[in-house]
Every structure is written in C-alpha cells, then in structure tokens.
C-alpha cells in the first residue's frame, strides 16, 4: 500500500506560479512511475507528467516548457512546478504511484487560475 499526500495548491493569477508537492510512504525508488494528473470541472481527468524510476520524463503538449517534474529520492517527494499558469490549468491536481499491477492515488490538491 502506497499513500499519497499532495500539498501546494491554491489560487494565483495567469502567468503566476505554483509549486505542486507529492509525498510518498514508501520509498519512490520502489515505484515505477511517479505522475500528476489534474481533473477540471467536466473534464476527464488527464496525464500531466510522467517521471520514470529510470529518470525519463514525459509531458502533456498542453504543459511543455511551462511545467517541470522533479523528484527527491531522499525524502519520498514528487513535486510538480507550474510556470506561465493559465486559467485552463484550473483543476484538481493529483498525484500518482504506479507499480506493475497496482495504481495509487492522492486525494488532489485544487489548482485555480484566476485573475
């Protein structure tokens, strides 16, 4: 079993940015793939970047050049920041372990972009 606590979300107006944090109860050298997904009003929720046990990355379009993964393997932590912020980004941002046959996520944290 693998708990996720997001934290970092909040309102900011276009063009701001925000720092998306993920923390982990096991060791995220443990997990395949680490990734946030973020879900608007309406909308299915959708992959926004992917960071591999192997160091790969991937992005939506939507989000390249503005959004980095990173990770801290000491401290079990994911983090997502957000540059250039639209109000398109407005969403629950959640996110997600992935071990070969298992899926776990957090409880999502509200992104609002808003002047």
């Known amino acids: 079993q693998v708990q996720l606590v997001e934290s970092g979300g909040g309102l900011v107006q276009p063009g701001g940015s925000l720092r998306l944090s993920c923390s982990a109860s096991?060791?995220?050298?443990?997990?395949?793939?680490m990734s946030w997904y973020r879900q608007a009003p309406g909308k299915q929720r959708e992959l926004v970047a992917t960071?591999?046990?192997?160091?790969?990355?991937n992005y939506a379009d939507s989000v390249k050049g503005r959004f980095t993964i990173s990770r801290d393997n000491a401290k079990n932590m994911v983090y997502l920041q957000m540059s250039s912020l639209k109000p398109e980004d407005t969403a629950v941002y959640y996110c997600?372990?992935?071990?070969?046959?298992?899926?776990?996520w957090g409880q999502g944290t509200q992104v609002t972009v808003s002047s």
């Open positions: 960071f591999t046990r192997a160091g790969n990355t």
């Open positions: 096991t060791s995220i050298l443990t997990i395949y793939s």
């Open positions: 997600n372990a992935y071990i070969p046959a298992m899926v776990y």
